[in-house]
């Protein structure tokens, strides 16, 4: 392994330096928050320069460079992941030790970089790790937003939302590059110039701004390479600076521009999987799309010159969901107006460069911007669409049976609406879905005319996560007996996890696995009393939901499980439970009125159970506030029961599944999304798998023979009651009662399904909650959804886009 100090001692005289350069004094003096900034420089600098090195040996192997385009990349803290990644954790921590300081202590300095949402951001970030753990020349490009993911507080049991200043100590792993700085027209109009016999277009009058780009490094695992993720933020360009105004003393009129332009890249939109539809939005999409392609192409130049017909054997753009769909019509446009090529070589070039990821099947989910908006912002883009529409629409065999409905499926301008799927569907030589089933659902349903046209374009590449991230640095007491047992490659391939299943017939490793996860336990109950004052019990069952809050990822029905739980031990004295800890974390979009509602539901329970003497030996509720990739990595280890139960069909594939697997947790879900491949990889018999399955979700609707009523007044003793108590003050102490959920859930008539699965959801759980009793043969499948775990590593994923879609 190449290493970035040749020993603890230069280690220790380089720190000290960068301590004194950055803050002026002594380090004996300085505060945490210096020593982390200059500790994260340090590392910083040094992952720059084997960036530059990398860059180097890229550039001569000729290497493909693979660009992803993602409007998020939820990357956590980088300090401890890059020490690991380095390989010089343990040496920088006993260093730090003997200078008087604490490694955790530093790491606990640097903010949160929430520039994501949730599942889709998160992925971004595993797959930036395993690009570089696999030696692929891949960046990633992204915004730079000034305000992150908000910050959540809970107060009266409601979501409060509190902006995310996470700049504001400054950011020792960026480094911004104006020299790279891209100039971005919106608005204008089209003008058309004849030379010879074509007609070139460009757009005058447009109103611009700058983009400039942020480079943070991306250290892959072993430390020999180092890739980069560019960020940008949008300025305005000089010129628009009003001296006259300025000089008349209308400063803030002077400066108006400024504040138009940064706008752009001022906030991060809150929504996960849905809701879209601001102006801004739009332009933050074409923003990172324009500039990014840009650079993509700058490099491309310099490297090959402008032989762009050689651009898709050197260059692989993808577009992670359809934020970045406009680069196929950017791609056109530079390469017809700039560059002179004719529609159809541009076109060759475009569809042979670009692939696509599918997030979703959700309709309300699906990007549309309404033509009179897109148009106006961006009218040269409109244009080639509006063309890349009528070619499409020309490309259609009229003299086939069901031709009309086909198009009006496929088309990208339908209704007043630009259908950014659609577009990025036809721009791409690969689309792809994130769970086996899910790609099944698209084939069959959502893009299902794209299919019968073009099946050799689509294909599936089921999520994954990094195991570095996600068990050897949130899991030190778990990883380190992983490598006492099967040795460390583990790190470097996690299939060689599948070594721990000898372990299972190992009673006394079975202890040390349960030792573990009781360490971690321990842990998050710290956490948790010092976050919230609540104090859990490490020895109760934790059984965790972390995700964001939806409709159809039913936190609902996990909390009127509680709810029932709670009324039959108070009702009846023969009925009891494993003791368990009933764990919540996760935000909701500040517009989605329906999952804050859910969220203070589950606070208010919280307030009612948890101050009942009568059941507090059995059950707790626990809600963490402000989840995020922070206290994700201490959730996850603590965690006995992983809690996926989203409604079968919507879950395009999850990867909090994959986390909780891979440390040691039981999965209790529907056969959803990637849950469906964990249990066939670790064995129904290791997991609790409940429900309605996709098909039988779809004949029940499709029967219009499903009555919500009928369900609840079958279940009247208990489904009946706990639907009443949403209502009846039960649970209204801490800022009243539940009315909006109850008519929600009943005026849609279970739109989710939380009441049909309801039933078989509690005992599910009961059932699985009381095999805890056997200890040991709970750590038996533990360690063996561990040891199975290891195929979602994403580093397995990004192989097979390396290998089936990017070629690289
Ligand atoms: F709607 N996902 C997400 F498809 O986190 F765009 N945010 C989003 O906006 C969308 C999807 C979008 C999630 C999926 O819900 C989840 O099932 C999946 O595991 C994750 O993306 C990564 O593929």
Not at 3 to 11: A, D, G, M, V, Y
Request: hydrophobic share 40%.
């Amino acid at each position: 392994m190449d290493t970035i100090f040749n020993s603890k001692q230069e280690f220790i005289e380089e720190y000290r330096e960068a301590v004194r350069e950055l803050s002026g004094k002594k380090f004996e003096i300085t505060s945490d928050i210096d020593r982390f900034n200059a500790l994260a420089g340090l590392i910083a600098s040094k992952a720059r320069s084997v960036s530059a090195r990398t860059d180097d040996r890229f550039k001569k192997e000729g290497k493909k460079r693979v660009y992803y385009f993602s409007i998020e990349f939820l990357i956590g803290r980088l300090l401890d992941n890059y020490l690991i990644n380095f390989g010089i954790r343990d040496m920088v921590d006993e260093a730090l030790r003997e200078m008087g300081c604490n490694l955790d202590d530093l790491c606990r300095m640097e903010p949160d970089a929430a520039l994501g949402n949730g599942g889709l951001g998160r992925l971004a970030a595993c797959f930036l790790d395993s690009m570089a753990h696999e030696d692929i020349a891949g960046y990633g490009n992204g915004m730079r937003y000034r305000y992150g993911l908000f910050k959540q507080e809970i107060v009266d049991g409601r979501q409060v939302e509190v902006a995310d200043e996470w700049l504001s100590r400054g950011y020792p792993w960026e480094v911004r590059r104006p020299d790279k700085a891209v100039r971005i027209g919106f608005g204008g109009h089209v003008v058309g110039h004849t030379e010879g016999d074509r007609i070139f277009y460009s757009v005058e009058g447009t109103e611009d701004v700058l983009a400039v780009p942020y480079d943070i490094p991306v250290v892959g695992f072993g430390g020999k390479t180092v890739n980069k993720l560019r960020v940008w933020s949008a300025e305005p360009i000089d010129e628009h600076f009003d001296l006259e105004a300025f000089n008349r003393g209308e400063y803030a009129m002077a400066d108006a521009s400024r504040a138009d332009a940064e706008a752009i890249s001022a906030i991060l939109y809150p929504n996960d999987a849905g809701e879209h539809g601001r102006l801004l939005r739009l332009k933050q999409e074409y923003l990172f799309v324009a500039a990014g392609i840009r650079t993509a192409l700058d490099v491309f130049r310099r490297e090959h010159g402008a032989k762009w017909e050689l651009l898709p054997d050197y260059v692989a753009i993808h577009t992670n969901d359809t934020h970045p769909a406009m680069c196929g019509p950017e791609l056109m446009r530079i390469l017809m107006d700039e560059e002179k090529l004719t529609w159809e070589e541009a076109w060759d070039i475009v569809t042979k460069t670009i692939s696509y990821t599918n997030h979703t099947i959700l309709p309300e989910a699906l990007e549309k911007w309404p033509i009179a908006t897109f148009s106006k912002l961006l009218p040269r883009i409109y244009d080639i669409i509006d063309e890349i529409n009528r070619r499409w629409r020309d490309s259609f065999d009229t003299s086939q049976e069901g031709w009309q409905e086909r198009l009006r499926k496929t088309s990208v301008l339908w209704d007043g609406e630009v259908r950014m799927a659609n577009l990025s569907v036809i721009c791409s030589h690969s689309v792809n879905g994130v769970a086996k089933i899910h790609t099944d659902i698209l084939k069959r349903s959502v893009l299902n005319d794209f299919y019968a046209l073009t099946p050799e374009k689509f294909n599936n590449k089921t999520n994954g996560i990094t195991p570095r991230r996600f068990l050897a640095e949130a899991n030190p007491s778990y990883s380190k007996l992983i490598t006492e047992a099967i040795g460390p490659k583990w790190m470097d391939d996690a299939d060689e996890l599948k070594k721990l299943v000898e372990f299972e017939k190992d009673p006394s490793f079975l202890v040390r696995v349960g030792d573990s996860k009781r360490q971690n336990k321990v842990r998050l109950a710290r956490y948790v009393r010092r976050e919230t004052g609540l104090v859990i019990d490490p020895d109760s069952i934790f059984d965790v939901q972390v995700k964001r809050f939806h409709a159809y990822k039913r936190q609902l029905m996990n909390i009127m499980k509680v709810m029932d739980l709670y009324n039959r031990l108070l009702d009846d004295s023969s009925f009891s439970i494993q003791p368990t800890t009933f764990i919540f974390s996760g935000k909701a979009a500040s517009s989605y009125t329906f999952a804050k509602e859910v969220i203070r539901l589950i606070n208010s329970v919280a307030d009612v159970v948890n101050n009942d003497s009568r059941v507090n030996d059995l059950m707790k509720v626990c809600f963490i506030p402000n989840f995020r990739v922070s206290n994700a990595q201490l959730i996850y280890p603590a965690a006995e029961i992983s809690e996926q139960i989203s409604t079968a069909g919507k879950e395009a594939s999850g990867t909090s599944n994959m986390k909780l697997m891979m440390n040691g947790a039981i999965t209790l879900g529907t056969m959803d999304g990637a849950n469906i491949e964990i249990a066939q990889l670790a064995g129904e018999e290791n997991e609790k798998i409940f429900g309605l399955t996709t098909p039988e979700v779809e004949e029940l609707r499709a029967s219009g023979n499903y009555f919500a009523w009928d369900v609840v007044n079958a279940d009247r003793d208990r489904l009946g009651r706990v639907m009443s108590e949403l209502t009846d003050n039960t649970f209204a102490g801490l800022s009243g009662n539940f009315d909006s959920i109850h008519n929600e859930v009943m005026s849609n008539n279970d739109y989710d399904l939380v009441l049909k699965d309801f039933r078989s959801y509690v005992d599910a759980w009961e059932e699985l909650t009381s095999s805890y009793a056997d200890t040991r043969d709970w750590n038996r499948r533990a360690l063996h959804n561990t040891a199975m775990s290891g195929w979602f590593s994403s580093d397995r994923t990004i192989r097979e886009y390396r290998d089936e879609i990017w070629h690289a």
